[in-house]
């Protein structure tokens, strides 16, 4: 999926600081995608054809669909995964894993990204890359969804903010209320404000709540408010057809969608294994997630 | 190519910077036009008619055209990265409804945009949803948020501690209501409302100091000075340089500073670059008990020949923030003894907020910090930076070349400093609602 096929994030990657953050949000749309062709459907069923098998390799740190993290030594696992539509291959990052101070892997992985910034001289470098200023300047880059309104937007699109488990997979109203360092809220004791930019944990749990989200906002959207026109809503997906639904489309992206995220949204679902519904509902959450993830990882 | 042409745009920034022989840190991070840097070329421009010059104040809000300024004069050029933006009302609605009320539009909200058929029809519903949001209480919520992450404070009063509510609220309210901006620095009476969640309630700061003791908005509010007490009130120098002026220490340059006369064992590797007389700041030469004139490796006076001229003024709060009598910050020394003014300056010095604009009083440092063009224009710049998701202009590094919001600043001060009015133009500006 290239940056010029994905019209979410053509935008956003053509513009000065953008680029770089939205390397945050790359990794998720590739890792959601990814996993929504190939409808690895978790450790129950080791056998599932779908799932990436690890290749290993002598730095041994190769994750699952992740490629390699970066071993501490010797060459990142390399992991494979093909289905009758894609392939991917992902190679783990030789040795330390980093290129450039970033936190793993390359430009030739899925896992490329840079690491928290933090250093001035580092944030200087990239501010001329980005242009001279007066150009810069005049460019909207890309800051984080508040965690305030993270949690009024899940809400709004149906996800319950309050659910808890104690076993299994934590709901994404849980994760969001632990997940608040991470998430980078403010500190004021500590005199620091709210961060503005993600840092790399903070990217990575946002895109764990949006994936628990998917389900909640999927059953609840019809019924939201945010949501309807004229007090009268619509699914996620068409029952009959099992279609992306452009309204509530376009309630996830936060506007209008278009032909092309229309297109990529069938796309995705389409692919489930005919007759399996199983693969079908993990096709739907895992499009929507990538939705959620692509649209609002800058505010 | 893009490479090899950001290599030479670096090749050219680096090599711009190392010809500034003045050693200002802010150099790395102002642009062009500010007088702070006025021995400093402007970043990686300018020349001889490269990509981007720094001359005109025409950028802002001028579609997507740039003066060029090399030996040639100045010709105005589409800047084809300004010039790859696509004009969306609906995208700028997303934004703009994040950023106002917290949350994204609604449905009806979006498709009321985008089932319009022309752009104008398009702009005037955007205008009329921003000036909505702008209406909607979710706004109070914002600003108070926002304010706070400016002013990096918050939290009830507890204990000895007063509330580090007020400020922030006070700047939301002023915001909201649409208030001189310079009530912030100034206003005597109701400086520390409160906020309900719905409304800002009247309410002043709790006794604060000896009877009588007049109220300096933001200048004598209990919150802050705990929030930043330290040291020879350094931290809350720190708070209101950078809040206010959007730079970091040293906040001021002078590139004809006079050098002080040869001192002994102070052999100056580098310049002086401070406006203020060298001799003047406490040090080995005077009663200074901490030697702010040491130049045995950096020349601590380029920072602190400011800074030494504010803190006496921001001395007398004590760790809850209750202005005292005497000064009620330490000096850290063996037994952390009370700072005296001869500590920061020799007797007789005056202080002041900038060399050239004096400040006897907490009073006449908000009359100077609202007289002085970098506070104004940083004002505006923290709006516009937040709407372009550009982060905090100090803590992120975030400096903005002043050309692009010039008009904005002009248009804020002719309007009496209304702040309200600067959010509304910058979600409504022609670079906001392209991406």
Known sequence: MSQEQTPMTGSILRQGRALRLARFSLPGIVFAVTFGFAACTGGNDPMDHNCPTPTGGDGGSGATAMGGMGGTGGQGGTTTSSTTTSTTTSTGATGAGASDGNASGNEDNTFDHENNPGDPFEILKQHLEEGPPEIRGRLHSCQKIPYSSLGEFLSSRGVNMNATVNNGPKPAGQLYKEGKDALGVANYDAREAETYFHTTAGATKLFDIFVQAAPEVIANIQNMPACQIGGVGKPMFDPDTNECVYDSLSCVLGRPAKAEDMKLCNTMVQHAKPGDATDLDLKKRITVAAFLSAAHTCE | ?435
């Open chain 2, 1 to 435: 190519m893009k490479r090899d042409l950001c290599l030479v745009s670096l090749a050219v920034a680096i090599a711009a910077m190392g010809a500034c022989t003045k050693d200002d840190p802010n150099s790395l991070l102002q642009t062009g036009g500010n007088s702070g840097t006025a021995g400093c070329p402007p970043t990686g421009n300018g020349g001889e008619g490269g990509d981007a010059g720094s001359g005109g104040d025409g950028g802002s809000g001028a579609g997507n055209t740039m003066s060029t300024t090399g030996e040639g004069g100045s010709t105005p050029v589409e800047d084809p990265v300004l010039a790859a933006r696509k004009l969306s009302y609906t995208e700028a609605l997303r934004t703009a409804s994040f950023k106002l009320v917290g949350n994204a539009p609604t449905l009806e909200e979006m498709m009321s945009i985008q089932t319009l058929g022309s752009e104008d029809e398009k702009k005037a519903k955007y205008e009329e949803l921003v000036d909505k949001m702008m209406s909607d209480v979710r706004f109070k919520r914002r600003l108070v948020e926002f304010w706070r992450n400016t002013f990096r404070q918050a939290g009830a009063a507890a204990g000895n501690m007063p509330s580090r509510d007020t400020a922030p609220t006070f700047a939301a309210r002023i915001v909201f209501e649409k208030k001189p901006f310079t009530d912030l620095l100034l206003a005597n009476t109701n400086t520390c409302p409160t906020f309900n969640g719905t409304d800002f309630v009247d309410g002043n700061c709790p006794p604060n100091g000896p009877e009588g003791m007049e109220t300096v908005g933001i200048l004598t509010d209990p919150g802050i000075h705990a929030q930043y007490y330290g040291n020879l009130a350094f931290r809350r120098v720190r708070f209101f340089q950078e809040v206010f002026a959007c730079r970091k220490n040293p906040a001021e340059y002078d590139p004809n500073a006079s050098m002080p006369p040869p001192i002994e064992g102070c052999e100056m590797a580098q310049t002086y670059t401070s406006p203020w007389d060298f001799t003047k700041i406490g040090g080995h030469t005077n009663t200074g008990r901490i030697d702010f004139q040491d130049c045995s490796s950096v020349i601590c006076g380029n920072c602190h020949g400011t800074i030494n001229h504010r803190a006496p003024l921001l001395a007398n709060f004590d760790e809850f923030g209750k202005y005292e009598p005497e000064f009620s910050v330490l000096l850290p020394l063996t037994g952390t003894p009370p700072a005296v003014y001869t500590d920061f300056l020799v007797e007789g010095e005056p202080t002041g907020w900038k060399a050239n604009l004096p400040a006897a009083n907490l009073a006449q440092l908000g009359q100077a910090m609202t007289s002085d063009e970098e506070v104004l224009q940083c004002a505006v710049t923290r709006v516009w930076n937040y709407a372009m998701s550009k982060g905090d202009v100090v803590v992120d590094s975030a400096s903005l070349a002043p050309e692009v919001i010039a008009p904005l600043v002009q248009k804020f001060k002719a309007s009496g400093y209304n702040l309200n009015a600067t959010w509304r133009d910058v979600f409504l500006h022609d670079d906001f609602v392209r991406f």
